[in-house]
């Protein structure tokens, strides 16, 4: 069954620190993986796209890697600002026909 | 600046009303998506539209939900009879190049059916 599957399901940190979150899918075939950050009351918006040759990417202090083998993605992200906090939803497209399977979500807050 | 735009912003109506929720996707985008959003389920895709033709509808429950494009700048999500477990936020998102495309997600319909 194509899954993804994002952990932990929430996170609180402090201002300035790092943190990373993670992503692992049984999609199959897999075309491509993205995070998104969705800020409170409002849309999704893309942080990043892989392919399957990509194996790191970044956005200004996002950081997202892939690992094909493992079928596994994290998103790191460093210097931590309030304005990070947010949810960030894992993506994966793929499958037989092709479709979008979203994780539930990782919840980030970071505080003063 | 270029965005999705979706009408009304929050909507509360009572058990077997009739809603619709309408989009504006970005000018030029070929793809557009509706989305629901739940603190159970996370985002799930309803249905996909290129060009205007509605090529997977799969996730929308068919007996009372309907999508349709009328024209390019305009998409809408039509629940009748609706029910109290339609209450979500509902986002359409448009993006140019097919099911894979990058999509730009407008800022959600919450509608609360009770």
């Known amino acids: 069954k194509n899954q993804v599957e994002q952990s932990p399901q929430s996170l609180i940190i402090l201002e300035g620190k790092n943190c990373t979150l993670q992503?692992?899918?049984?999609?199959?075939?897999?075309?491509?993986l993205r995070w998104y950050k969705q800020d409170t009351g409002r849309g999704p918006v893309s942080l990043t796209i892989?392919?399957?040759?990509?194996n790191t990417k970044s956005n200004g202090r996002y950081t997202a890697t892939l690992d094909a083998d493992t079928k596994q993605s994290s998103l790191h992200i460093t210097a931590s600002q309030l304005s990070d906090s947010a949810s960030y939803i894992c993506?994966?497209?793929?499958?037989?026909?092709?479709?979008?399977?979203f994780g539930k979500g990782t919840k980030l807050s970071v505080k003063p | 600046d270029a965005r999705v735009t979706q009408t009304p912003r929050h909507k509360v109506t009572e058990m077997g009303q009739e809603v619709t929720m309408r989009c504006q996707p970005i000018?030029?985008?070929?793809?557009v998506f509706w989305y629901r959003q739940t603190m159970m389920q996370g985002l799930e895709l309803l249905a996909y539209?290129?060009?205007?033709?509605?090529?997977?509808d799969s996730g929308m429950p068919k007996d009372r939900f309907s999508a349709e494009m009328p024209d390019a700048t305009l998409a809408t999500l039509k629940i009748q009879p609706s029910e109290p477990r339609d209450s979500a936020v509902y986002f359409c998102?448009?993006?140019?190049?097919?099911?894979?495309?990058?999509?730009?997600f407008g800022q959600g319909t919450r509608l609360t059916v009770v």
């Open positions: 992503c692992n899918y049984t999609v199959s075939p897999f075309s491509n």
């Open positions: 993506v994966v497209s793929g499958g037989s026909q092709g479709n979008l399977i």
């Open positions: 892989m392919t399957f040759s990509e």
């Open positions: 539209f290129r060009n205007r033709a509605p090529l997977d």
């Open positions: 000018l030029g985008h070929n793809t």
């Open positions: 998102a448009s993006g140019l190049r097919g099911r894979d495309t990058e999509a730009f």
